[in-house]
């Protein structure tokens, strides 16, 4: 398995988990996915002056903004990527298409989200 990551936001503790989003974690994944990057961008764009950077999942120490961090410190942090992906569908950028299926039994699935603003991924 490779390295997964959080976006998080230390001045207003919020992280971004990507959880239920057909993207993944993984570096490729996050950079070369058009929803991962869409949420990523708007994050960025409307907490601008924030200090926020990217942890993973395999270290116990992070530098973020040039400050060090135990992986303890970000317990706390609120997960809004479901208001993020909320804010999008609002002003028309992205669409949610219902659900995709992992397995229904152990209630796994992600959300189908789609870029709708792009006119180069419109149909």
């Not at 410190?73 to 609002?90: A, G, M, N, P």
Request: glycine fraction near 6%.
């Amino acid at each position: 398995m490779g390295v997964g990551y959080r976006l998080i936001n230390i001045d207003k503790k919020h992280q971004i988990s990507f959880y239920n989003i057909d993207t993944g974690t993984k570096l490729r994944e996050l950079s070369g996915t058009v929803i991962a990057s869409t949420i990523v961008t708007y994050y960025l764009l409307t907490n601008t002056g924030d200090r926020i950077g990217f942890i993973n999942d395999t270290e116990d120490c992070f530098m973020v903004c040039g400050q060090s961090y135990n992986s303890d410190y970000f317990l706390d942090f609120i997960d809004v990527t479901d208001k993020i992906i909320e804010e999008l569908i609002e002003k028309e950028i992205i669409e949610d298409k219902g659900l995709i299926w992992i397995d229904k039994k152990e209630n796994l699935f992600n959300r189908n989200l789609t870029n709708i603003w792009d006119p180069k991924i419109r149909n």
